[in-house]
């Protein structure tokens, strides 16, 4: 069983940067694909990045595609991401999953452990 944690949401402005933290706890995930997904009030889940267990594969919508980083630290069981010139429209909660088994990156359906989410909220 893989229990995760978000955290580093908060409120900020248009044009500014924010950090998110997964921490992971139970099973190791070093061995596994981790995602981020957002969702906003109103509107489905959808995908933001993905990281393979090795760092080789990382992909990303392209609504944050030149603006937001992926990454991940096995050693400590957590990913990250970084969230540069960010904007209004990346309101939303935001939420970390991991899976062991393959499938497309994007696929809510396919992971199958969630964090409780953390809200971020960007002012214009």
């Known amino acids: 069983q893989v229990h995760l944690v978000e955290s580093g949401g908060g409120l900020v402005q248009a044009g500014d940067s924010l950090q998110l933290s997964c921490a992971a706890s139970g099973n190791t995930v070093s061995g596994y694909t981790m995602g981020w997904f957002r969702q906003a009030p109103g509107k489905e889940r959808e995908f933001v990045a993905a990281?393979?267990?090795?760092?080789?594969?990382?992909i990303y919508a392209d609504s944050v595609k030149g603006r937001f980083t992926v990454s991940r630290d096995n050693a400590k069981n957590t990913m990250y991401l970084q969230m540069n010139r960010m904007k209004p429209e990346d309101t939303a909660v935001y939420y970390c999953?991991?899976?062991?088994?393959?499938?497309?990156?994007?696929?809510?359906?396919?992971?199958?452990?969630w964090g409780q989410g953390t809200q971020v909220t960007v002012s214009s």
């Open positions: 990281i393979t267990w090795n760092g080789a594969t990382i």
């Open positions: 999953a991991a899976r062991a088994r393959g499938g497309q990156y994007m696929a809510v359906t396919t992971y199958a452990y």
